[in-house]
């Protein structure tokens, strides 16, 4: 058999090997014990895959192809080892928006060659999927990049105009047709220019009106896109391993965006179609907020039996996770049970909240999700709300003027009581005011995350010391 040809069947053969990796990589990326090991395995699998497209492809523009590589890996591989974990939600949508533009950046290249050639060279199917993978990527790259900026904080929440459905339909409508005119009328490189305006266009269009607490389905929802999209180039370049890892992040990235859309109580097309998240004020709350100071909270505290914790995206931003962690070490040699109870969306990104816990060392069997928690919280002494805002806020359950009417939350109300660390009277990212900040069992310890934990854990050794109030 000839060596090249020998070469070629060995190489994919070995995207068989580098499919399942992906696949044991991503199942094992469900837990946070194997996690970590997952991503290497799925890392091994890419490193096969590519060497593997190698020697499929040849040597040809090597040198442009390694200077590519060396480009995208070495800047983010040093951001990824330096970024604070509060960024972490903004890198992992830039990221995502950087695989849908490389997908949209194929489907172009593909296009403007099918372009150069005679029609009957191409299979109907082959350019139908091209143009529906740049489609999608358009749309997943420059919606991630206004994720991005709005996580960042460098563009508001969000940005409503009058009719902004209707138009927004009309944009996606019009790179639907200027596709639809790439596939059956000509391929033009012009209307590849316009459709990829329009397709980029609605990208931004999409996103600009989605706002509060509903940024881990949006990350979610374009990390399913860039993996379809992927998928579908894969099949237009005939690269089997493009196929293959694009439709197991599409249908993983699409099966997540379905738990956290339930998570939010909403379908996926009010994601996609309303003003998700959108804000808005609700029915006014009565009272006000009512503060404590740290050595009264340590003594409700050291007089409780079960203590139950709500980390939130505070905790993340005062970089709160180790001391919450070490509070938590001294109330259990206190003899107190103490869990953590996590809601899906918590943060902003999915897992968010997990990933800091795990970062700061919590044993997962302390760490339980909302399904599991909420039964507990009737037999709650005390509940500690570190940074978390929304997830908890009862106006989900009570106020059906609020916007997050009807979203499932941690019932960190039915604890008979609830100290609440947090910076000060703001809302959350919602834009609301939340009805548990001021319920009579409720009391606020205004303090940075880190600074309050500190406080607690030293109030708490002097009561133990015998110097207690």
Known sequence: ??????????????YLLAAL?????????SSPVTARAGIKWAGVGMVIATLATFAITGTNNLAWIVAGIAIGVLPTWLWGRKVAMTDMPQMVALFNGMGGGSAAAIGAIEL???????SASHPLSTLVLAVIGALIGSISMTGSIIAWAKLDGRMDKRFT??????FNFAVFAAAVLAGLALVFWKLDVNLVVVFFVLALAFGVLMTLPIGG?????VISLYNAFTGLAVAFEGYAMGIEALIVAGMVVGAAGTFLTQLMAKAMNRPISGVLFSNFGGGGEGTAIAGAQKPIEAADAASLLYMAEKVIIVPGYGMAVAQAQHKIWELSQALIKAGKEVKFAIHPVAGRMPGHMNVLLAEAGVPYDLIADMDEINPEFKTCDVAIVIGANDVVNPAARTDKASPIYGMPILDVVEARQTIVIKRGKGTGFAGIENALFYADHTRMLYADGKEAANQLISELKMIEGGGGH
């Open 161 to 166: 105009f009058a009719g902004q459905q209707a």
């Open 1 to 14: 058999m000839d060596m090249h040809v020998l070469l070629v069947t060995a190489a994919k053969a070995s």
């Open 112 to 118: 403007l060659k099918f372009s150069a050639e005679p």
């Open 213 to 217: 607490a509903d940024m881990p389905v």
């Open 21 to 29: 990796l992906f696949i044991l990589g991503i199942k094992r990326m």
